[in-house]
């Protein structure tokens, strides 16, 4: 049981180059994340996929759009990549988001790494 | 809209010190609260959560309480070792909105021997 896993964990782009984030989870989690890290912002939300088929923004969107493959995997994609895209990303998933009493606890994976020249 | 506010870091403590990370948030209804940790390198772990008002989180000798009456939920443990040292997050969740679980900032926390 691997938990969340992500790849690559580590890539350096130039700018106006595009790449794919990977995400998979063997939970059988029917909710899923994308969120960036930067110094001193904590965690902001990309975009989340709360079930099979369905993805919404979350609260810094622009310059990325995801893929919910399937259940399990759950890509994100940087069309053109800029330098304000550098940071850390993590994926992460839940049991059910929208579930009534959902409390959500989620499970991150072990992030990626981005560098934006 | 919902918002967390946590201490801001670097917190530096000795081995076996006391240790209280303040949390206080901002949110309709009753939300979730949640205490993440980050070790050097590594993804986010839930460390505890409480999903009502007075309900204690306890995980690994840390310690939160849901205090509805001061909108906080304070990270406690009694005796710190150095490998306590992490970055440490509040969270709260609401289902509803464009971001369903909102983090703090984080708080970078160093326990040196």
């Known amino acids: 049981n691997a938990g969340v896993t992500q790849t690559p964990k580590f890539q350096v782009l130039k700018t106006g180059q595009s790449m794919t984030l990977q995400c998979a989870q063997d939970?059988?989690?029917?909710?899923m994340y994308w969120y960036r890290q930067d110094p001193g912002m904590g965690l902001r939300l990309i975009y989340y996929?709360?079930?099979?088929?369905?993805?919404d923004k979350g609260e810094v969107p622009n310059g990325y759009n995801v893929s919910r493959l399937n259940k399990r995997e759950f890509s994100l994609r940087l069309e053109s990549a800029a330098p304000s895209q550098t940071s850390v990303y993590f994926c992460?998933?839940?049991?059910?988001?929208?579930?009534?009493?959902?409390?959500?606890?989620?499970?991150f994976g072990p992030g990626t790494r981005l560098t934006v020249l | 809209g919902n918002s967390v506010t946590q201490m801001e870091g670097p917190v530096t403590l000795s081995e076996e010190a006391f240790l209280t990370i303040n949390c206080t948030y901002t949110?309709?209804?009753?939300?979730?609260l949640f205490w993440y940790v980050q070790y050097p390198g590594e993804g986010l772990q839930l460390l505890l959560k409480?999903?009502?008002?007075?309900d204690k989180g306890s995980n690994k000798g840390f310690e939160a309480t849901y205090r509805k009456e001061t909108t906080s939920f304070h990270l406690e443990k009694g005796s710190v070792q150095v490998s306590d040292s992490a970055v440490y997050f509040c969270?709260?969740?609401?289902?509803?909105?464009?971001?369903?679980?909102?983090f703090g900032k984080g708080t970078r926390l160093s326990v040196i021997a």
């Open positions: 939970m059988n989690h029917n909710s």
């Open positions: 949110a309709t209804g009753y939300p979730s």
């Open positions: 969270a709260l969740f609401r289902p509803s909105g464009n971001t369903p679980l909102v």
């Open positions: 996929s709360a079930s099979e088929g369905t993805t």
């Open positions: 409480a999903t009502k008002a007075d």
């Open positions: 992460a998933s839940s049991e059910a988001l929208r579930a009534s009493g959902a409390t959500d606890t989620q499970y």
